[in-house]
């Protein structure tokens, strides 16, 4: 008999990754850009983008039926969504920078995520292969 925890487990685990790889991509922005310490920095940029991104996620049903497409899906609508949240909220930038904090946002956090996911790839193939312990 298997029990439905392998795969609650499976999508808790699956939206923790992209969490992380979300707040991964914020502290990396706000390193990038030398500004440090502040826990209200922190939560103006990594609200919007995490709200977003689990709020299409549920339409989209990414940690239903997880997959390149739905993971495609959400990342192009969330991802932007966010940003341009985190814009108007924050009041920067505006005009041309938007498109450009648009484009490296979308690349970057295309990339947070690929490894993320990758990497719990990983680790859900190294916790098939261990026997377990008798």
Do not use: K
């Amino acid at each position: 008999m298997i029990s439905n925890e392998a795969p609650r487990r499976s999508v808790t685990w699956l939206a923790a990754v992209d969490a992380l790889a979300l707040v991964a991509f914020v502290v990396a922005g706000i390193r990038s850009h030398h500004e440090v310490g502040a826990v209200d920095l922190f939560l103006r940029n990594a609200i919007p983008l995490l709200s977003a991104w689990f709020a299409v996620a549920a339409v989209t049903g990414a940690y239903r039926r997880p997959g390149f497409r739905t993971l495609l899906i959400t990342w192009a609508v969330a991802v932007p969504g966010g940003l341009v949240a985190r814009s108007l909220w924050v009041g920067s930038p505006t005009g041309t920078r938007l498109l450009v904090f648009l484009g490296v946002g979308l690349v970057f956090t295309a990339l947070f995520l690929s490894v993320g996911r990758s990497l719990a790839r990983l680790a859900g193939r190294r916790m098939l292969t261990v026997e377990p312990r008798t």
